[in-house]
């Protein structure tokens, strides 16, 4: 059997652009570095496949005992079948020179069925074709298949006492769907194997495919000088809004030709002048009552609930900071941070309540978060039902000034999220010299500290944590400052 050209994955990544399957097999060294973020959705999406293999036990894994032996795997595979094993993990077959792995394979009542594991809560298009070239695999190497279908979570799942995995994952039937796909495929898999053997790098423009269905890995070869054109700071549009006009031509705010469509924010960040409504945001500031508590919470999600009562990708809180400031200008810190390996959420809503005090406004960054986690918290803990609603009544959302633009700077590029207010307004604060230093990194930190027992590592990744949430309340304290600073400027 000659070695396989292309996979699952590379025909997906064909289906998106040419020049991308190009690359990847014969330039993959140019490829863009894989962020800690993807690569935690790649370790999500292998933990979510093997609990999946427990809806079917006693199965037996092909998964290649060295890389890239995959003609082992093809081999072990038809043995097992051949053998009379009725369930089988990462089943590989491979026609055409194209090889695939499907999750689990089954024989029931004599005939196969195919189930392919998705670590999301529903079925995209993408998943769909991914299924129909695992069918036209199977199928084309002699395998009659009853059914493919997918397996994914069904984020209504509310974990009780132990986990349910008939309850957790829904099992959805694509064959109907896949079937209407195979009468291209033998063309597309023809296509894209000539690419793969072509002289020269395809042709290939840069735009809104490069996105979509996935962000392309080789934005960093095909964007080069082009990724820091102007307009891909227009806010309010989306990657894909900015990259249709760039496909239009548009790099500069100076080439937009008519303003009429856009929207009132806009329009202030294509100006690029300050805009300062001293009456709004006096308004603003007068809601205010002392103490002040800034608050600012953390919260990690996972695929696969660990606690009693959570769903699928709920966000849990594990810690906040909280800045008190007193009228007459006293300031003082406080903080909470879940003690590791075991569930947080009760001495999170604990703490939380302990530490607010009663009275006076509590201020945050994006008040549908912080509300959304205060209304979490009462819905797991009902006594604490009165606090919870109290608390939330006395929620301030410092974005508003920012997100109404009654203060803008041109150095905010047209956004209002704390990341780029805080540098427009307070050079001397950043976040950049921080260990961790978004919410994304501060949640799969958490996480990954949960299994670890080097003792200096968790101390070190503790303070870690505190010292970035603390810089956002932080933040926040020093924004409002700013904000009665200007007011009071003639
Ligand atoms: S960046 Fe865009 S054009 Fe370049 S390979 Fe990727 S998808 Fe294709």
Known sequence: MEKHVLSKSTFIRGLQCFKSLYLYKNYYHLKDPVSPELQAVFNRGHKVGALAQQLFPGGIDCTPTKRYRYIESVEKTQELIN????????????????????????KRGGKWFAYEVKSSTKISDTYITDAAIQYYVITNAG?????????????????????????????????????????????????????????????????????????????????KGKKDAEIFTLAGLGKEGQVDLFEKGIEKFSDISSVEKLSKSQKIQIKGEPVLKKDNIQKFLMQLEFPLWFLDFETVQN???????????????????????????????????????????ESFT???????????????????????????????????????????????????????????????????????????????????????????????????????????????????????????????????????EITQNR
Not at 188 to 210: A, L
Not at 311 to 334: A, C, D, M, V
Not at 336 to 345: M, S, T, V
């Open 350 to 484: 604990k703490s939380l309540f302990e530490m607010v005090g009663k009275k006076g406004s509590v201020v945050v960054y994006n008040a549908t978060f912080e509300k959304m986690i205060i209304k979490q918290l009462f819905e797991w803990f009902p006594d604490k039902k009165e606090e919870a609603q109290h608390m939330i009544k006395r929620v301030i959302d410092l974005m508003k000034p920012f997100q109404k633009k009654d203060y803008y700077l041109p150095e905010m590029q047209g956004s209002h999220s704390i990341k780029a207010v805080l540098p427009a307004l307070c050079k001397e604060l950043s976040y950049e010299n921080l260990a961790i230093n978004n919410g994304q990194i501060a949640a799969m930190t958490y996480n990954e500290l949960q299994t670890s027992s080097d003792m200096f590592r968790i101390e070190e990744v503790k303070q870690n944590l505190l010292e970035y949430c603390k810089l956002d309340t932080l933040a926040m304290v020093k924004i409002y400052e700013k904000l009665i």
């Open 303 to 345: 695929a696969v609930p660990k606690y009693e009562g959570v769903k699928p990708y709920q966000q849990i809180p594990f810690q906040f900071s909280l800045h008190r400031l007193e009228e007459n200008g006293t300031l003082s810190h406080s903080e909470f941070l879940a003690e590791l390996g075991i569930d947080p959420r």
């Open 83 to 106: 053998n009379g094993q009725e369930v089988i993990y990462e089943a590989t077959f491979q026609v055409e020179r194209v090889l695939i792995m499907l999750d689990i394979l089954v």
């Open 143 to 223: 395998l009659k298949l009853e059914d493919i279908s997918i397996v994914h979570i069904d984020n209504q799942y509310i974990l009780k006492e132990k986990l349910k995995l008939d309850q957790y994952f829904k099992t959805i039937s694509v064959k109907d769907r896949i079937l209407e796909i195979q009468p291209r495929l033998h063309k597309q898999v023809n296509e894209m194997k000539s690419v793969i053997f072509e002289r020269d790098i395809p042709i290939k423009e840069i735009g809104k495919h490069c996105f979509s269905p996935y962000q392309c890995d080789y934005l960093g070869y095909c964007w």
